[in-house]
């Protein structure tokens, strides 16, 4: 699909006409070949332009192909033939020239760029490298560090850096098409041979075996285990160390290796379910297409703790009005330091000014009266959340939507101290909120579907990827991180260490293991929920063995913690050392190590060599078990919402696709049988049975993941 039409008498032009980003799929690449020869076989045809319809270059290699056979004619040679034509080609980048598309550009001889185009090569973000000679040509046209950055990270760059990059040869801000055919026609007689970047010398700085090191080093840092990054660096290499033809063959090695990879199945399945997300629905049958969100101009936020200034923040960033009330006038001062602080540095980094003007502080509610959405960001108690909810029902206009950023409480309970609970939902936002991508917008009983299209629009509108979740304790992704938790602690239980424990996490993949992050968030969270749930107290109290809670196994040992005053990082101790209070370098802890060997001798625990596998199997399989339990109760519509949650909020490695997506890898059945073997050996720990949904699934001839959401209705329909 690419139509041909003659401009200007002497001009072919060539359109990619492929909805919605003129990805190169089978029937584009067949398209470009056979227009590129009639151009070239036509006399008056002089010089030839490439664009994509509706102002947008082209979105690269089709990924929906991926998963299947592939046809067609391939890129490389498409791209050759157009390098090596006769008649000047010039690319006319509208929109976006991204993967596949800028490689056909860089194929080109010409690359004129409008001013608000973006370019980039993300392939490996996808689990590939620029794999149609866009890991040869890039470096040999912009330098080597240059693509490396861009190669390594996929970050999309703007034409104006795109332009002092050397990468493209004009931009501008009339109509690109026009410039194109204009310069297209003014170069018809130069000559081509130093046009063809394949024939570049690949100019490498003096020390380049050092660079190629370092950017290895902190690539390997960085990558938390996926491996296309380090084939993008090896790519490049490829690119400075050897001819043209040969680094061409070593491209094509290193994307084989790559193409096939469960990384790339993976982080392909990603993409989708991001974009799957988007397209939320309610148990009620309302949807992202036929509920229209309504416009939200001012929003206020009602106090202005770290999370509250992170929203703050987030808002005001996007543009929004904001009214921030904190009500102690010490906290309000030290919020508005610190909240201009936050934005003067953002901008700083940013290139922009910062936007102290649009956010108006108050101590006194009354002051959001006129706003059109509020988010409560007040401390995590129900009474405390109450009362701010029926002060904002009175005093808001009967249209505001009223939001609050709880991470777990319950949704309806807020909804029942106002006037109109139809416009009250959920919005949780994760630490740092003017940081983190994730937010859940979380839909109770009565919340109507246009709270949930306007909360989804203004999580798009600040730059966070929404998912629509239904309301139960702790919503999606803290529900699913309890039995993790727990699994952590029974293991330090058995034997195992804290740093033990979290080296086997990280080298999964995640950004911190699970003690790690408990001392950043700080140990005296979960506490104090613990403490109002009735479950953080002494025997005493409880009239219940230390170790047991309602009939399940309990470990008490965070709560024994908290009671040294030991809540992680902000003190100096947790379950690591640090040097000073608020330091970050976390050291195994002999004072730990002997109050765990204490607490097993005090309860009669004998310590038992705890392995890697049984570490994953039981933080992972538990954790995704609770999955299962969501999608059974129809809290999350499908098994994207929950890896996006697990990717974005919790810092499940990308490339493993999410916690769903893992247990699809690994084997329904396989999963299965683990936490039977699990569930067996622990009787007294209710999160290790088997949930139902996955022995369905397993029942059904565990289907690939892409048809669960057809098992799951209909394990809906029987319950
Ligand atoms: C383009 C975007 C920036 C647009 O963003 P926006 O927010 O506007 O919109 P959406 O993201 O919602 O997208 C709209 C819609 O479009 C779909 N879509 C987007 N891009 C693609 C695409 N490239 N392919 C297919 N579909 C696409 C998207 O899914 C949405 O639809 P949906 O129904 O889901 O709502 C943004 O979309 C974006 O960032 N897109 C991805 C851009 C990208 O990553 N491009 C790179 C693609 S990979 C590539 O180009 C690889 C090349 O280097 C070629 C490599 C050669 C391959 C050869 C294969 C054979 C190998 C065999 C190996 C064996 C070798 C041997 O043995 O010899």
Redesign the pocket.
């Known amino acids: 699909m690419a139509q041909y039409t003659r401009v200007s008498g002497s001009v072919g032009l060539i359109t990619l006409q492929s909805p919605?980003?003129n990805?190169?799929s089978a029937a584009v690449r067949q398209g470009i070949v056979d227009l590129m020869q009639r151009a070239l076989s036509e006399p008056e045809v002089k010089s030839v332009v490439i664009c994509g319809q509706n102002g947008i270059f082209c979105?690269?290699?089709?990924?929906?192909e991926?998963g299947g056979q592939?046809s067609g004619p391939?890129?490389i040679p498409m791209i050759h033939a157009i390098e090596a034509a006769s008649k000047p080609v010039v690319a006319a980048i509208e929109g976006?020239a991204?993967?596949?598309?800028l490689?056909l550009a860089l194929g080109c001889h010409y690359r004129i760029a409008h001013s608000k185009a973006k370019v980039g090569?993300?392939?490996v973000?996808?689990g590939?490298?620029?794999?149609?000679g866009?890991s040869q040509r890039l470096p040999r046209l912009i330098g080597v560090p240059a693509a490396l950055d861009l190669i390594t990270t996929g970050r999309h760059v703007t034409a104006a850096e795109a332009l002092k990059f050397g990468l493209v040869d004009q931009i501008t801000d009339h109509n690109t098409v026009n410039v194109a055919v204009k310069f297209a026609q003014r170069v018809t007689d130069q000559p081509l041979d130093a046009r063809r970047i394949s024939t570049y010398p690949c100019l490498c700085p003096p020390d380049v075996d050092v660079l190629f090191e370092e950017v290895m080093q902190s690539v390997r840092r960085t990558a938390r285990g996926a491996i296309a990054p380090i084939a993008c660096v090896q790519a490049v290499r490829a690119a400075a160390t050897l001819p043209y033809n040969q680094g061409m063959e070593r491209e094509?090695e290193l994307?084989?290796t790559l193409?096939t990879s469960g990384q790339a199945h993976a982080l392909q399945y990603f993409?989708?379910a991001q974009?799957?997300v988007?397209r939320w629905s309610m148990p009620s049958g309302a949807r992202w297409d036929t509920s229209k969100p309504r416009p939200v101009h001012k929003a206020a936020v009602i106090g202005l703790g770290t999370m509250g200034r992170g929203i703050t923040v987030a808002l005001a960033q996007a543009g929004f009005s904001v009214v921030a009330v904190e009500t102690q006038e010490k906290q309000l001062m030290e919020a508005k330091q610190a909240i201009s602080g936050m934005l003067e540095r953002g901008a700083k980094r940013r290139g922009v000014a910062p936007a102290l003007d649009k956010i108006n502080y108050g101590r006194n509610i009354q002051s959001v009266a006129d706003v059109d959405l509020v988010i409560e960001a007040v401390f995590e108690d129900m009474a405390l959340k109450k009362k701010v909810f029926q002060q904002l029902s009175a005093v808001c206009k009967p249209s505001t939507f009223l939001c609050s950023n709880t991470s777990g409480l319950d949704i309806d309970q807020l909804a029942c101290q106002t006037r109109n609970p139809e416009l009250v939902v959920g919005m949780h936002f994760f630490a740092p909120a003017h940081v983190m991508k994730l937010l859940e917008v979380v839909y109770g009983p009565k919340s109507s579907p246009l709270a949930v299209a306007t909360a989804m629009q203004l999580g798009k509108k600040i730059g966070k990827v929404s998912v629509a979740v239904g309301n139960c304790r702790g919503f999606v992704g803290n529900r699913m991180l309890k039995p993790y938790l727990e699994q952590a602690l029974f293991l330090l239980e058995e034997g195992a260490t804290p740093e033990f424990v979290d080296q086997v996490l990280e080298e999964f993949g995640f950004a911190m293991g699970v003690f790690r992050m408990s001392d950043l968030s700080g140990l005296d969270v979960g506490w104090k929920v613990r403490m109002a749930d009735g479950l953080a107290m002494p025997d005493s109290t409880t009239g219940q063995p230390t170790r047991l809670r309602q009939g399940r196994r309990y470990s008490p040992l965070g709560d024994l913690l908290c009671e040294q005053r030991r809540f992680g990082q902000k003190t100096g101790r947790g379950w690591y050392q640090y040097d000073k209070p608020g330091s970050q370098v976390a050291k195994p802890d002999p004072w730990l190590h002997r109050f765990l060997d204490e607490y097993r001798a005090r309860h009669a625990l004998v310590a038992h060599r705890i392995d890697h596998q049984e570490v994953l199997e039981r933080c992972l399989y538990s954790m995704i078990n609770e999955g299962f339990r969501i999608l059974e109760d129809g809290i999350a519509a499908g098994p994207e919402d929950i890896d996006v949650i697990y990717v974005f909020g919790y810092s499940w490695p990308r490339h493993r696709g999410g916690p769903m997506f893992y247990a699809a890898t690994v084997g329904l059945n396989k999963v299965l049988e683990r936490l039977e073997h699990y569930y067996q050996a622990h009787p007294d720990v209710p999160s290790l049975q088997p949930c139902p949904l996955l022995r369905k699934l397993v029942a059904s001839g565990s289907p690939p993941i892409q048809k669960w959401r057809e098992v799951i209705k209909k394990v809906r329909s029987q319950l």
């Open positions: 919605p980003v990805a190169l979105g690269g290699a089709d990924i929906k991926f592939m391939p890129l976006i991204l993967g596949g598309g490689e090569l993300p392939e973000t996808l590939l490298l620029p794999g149609a866009g094509r994307l084989a193409f993409f989708f974009r799957a988007g």
